[in-house]
């Protein structure tokens, strides 16, 4: 069954970096779509960065363009999210998600929503202080 598996979160103060990592097992990596999603206490699920694996497309919403980075190696099945210059409001827990079976490398971008990602890993929390 589909596996996604995050790791790489921590505490850390503003303007510092972390990277996760999210390792997908269970279905054929290649041409489908995985995300990056965040969720802090009392708010919606909500987008990050998403990327086409075929080719490797990205998308960014625009609370982490130029600070995050979504990257892959495709050869291990993973999935990179570099946050750099963190921000207090950065603070949540971070989940890996994917979409499999996409019409078109497009269908991944579901900007700050959830729409059509369907299978999760369990999260990982980073915390941002001041």
């Known amino acids: 069954q589909v596996q996604l598996v995050e790791s790489g979160g921590g505490s850390v103060q503003a303007g510092g970096s972390l990277r996760l990592s999210c390792q997908a097992s269970?279905?054929?990596?290649?041409?489908?779509?995985m995300g990056w999603f965040r969720q802090a206490p009392g708010k919606e699920r909500e987008g990050l960065a998403q990327?086409?694996?075929?080719?490797?497309?990205?998308s960014y919403t625009n609370s982490v363009k130029g600070r995050f980075t979504l990257s892959q190696d495709d050869a291990k099945n993973t999935v990179y999210l570099q946050m750099n210059n963190l921000k207090p409001e950065d603070t949540a827990m971070y989940y890996c998600?994917?979409?499999?079976?996409?019409?078109?490398?497009?269908?991944?971008?579901?900007?700050?929503?959830?729409?059509?990602?369907?299978?999760w890993g369990q999260g990982t929390q980073v915390t941002v202080s001041s």
């Open positions: 269970g279905f054929t990596y290649s041409g489908n779509c």
């Open positions: 990327i086409y694996t075929d080719g490797g497309m990205t």
């Open positions: 998600a994917a979409a499999l079976s996409p019409f078109a490398p497009d269908d991944c971008f579901s900007g700050g929503s959830t729409m059509g990602y369907h299978y």
